[in-house]
């Protein structure tokens, strides 16, 4: 609507230059100020826009990510290519100066999908009142890793990885996520037979 209103103004001025002494400088000055309005107007549209866009992408980046608390056995959801697993941290072992963490995938379909890879993000945990938010980014390590085991539907099924090099307090920090399923096929179709 503002933006029609702008244009409006646009053809009004146009049409003023070639009138000519039709209308008086006061006029002239209102219609200034009106088209100088009209552009700021259009400008913070444009802002709240972007910023609204920004917002919508941080919010489906959410989804592709969990946070584990090691301590912990909630599951959380994880978003896979618009489809949704349940991953939970079943226990936490050290293991070769790292630590091996077994996790449940709960494949809530029918579908059974054969292989798949995760993002795994660890590190100490962010203290505002201590840390660097830049600094304590660039310490957490990272890795992917692909995985060949079959997520069996309608149950919970156990993979683990290891994160390496890792201290006690390095798990504080552990994200899991971009999971990305590799093949899936349904499984064979279930005979029923009437009674008799």
Known sequence: ???IKFLML??????LFICGGCIDQKQIDELKKETKELKEQVKNIDKLSFTQAVRLDEVEDQRKYI????????????????????ISCDDIKPYAGGYKIPLLI??????IFSGFNLSI?????????????????NSLRNKKESFT?????????KVEI???????????????GEMKTNDLR???????????
């Open 67 to 86: 946070f584990l608390d090691v301590s912990s056995k909630a599951y959380q959801k994880l978003d896979s290519d618009g489809l949704i697993f349940l």
């Open 121 to 137: 993000e660890w590190g100490k945990g962010y203290d505002s009142k201590k840390d660097k938010y830049t600094e304590w980014k």
């Open 186 to 196: 349904f499984p064979p179709p279930l005979l029923f037979r009437s009674p008799k």
């Open 149 to 157: 085991n079959v997520l069996i539907p309608g149950q919970w099924n």
């Open 1 to 3: 609507m503002k933006i």
């Open 106 to 111: 709960g494949n809530p379909y029918l579908i």
């Open 10 to 15: 646009i053809v009004l001025l146009a049409s």
């Open 162 to 176: 290891i994160i390496f090099p890792a201290k006690e307090d390095e798990i504080q920090h552990l994200k899991i």
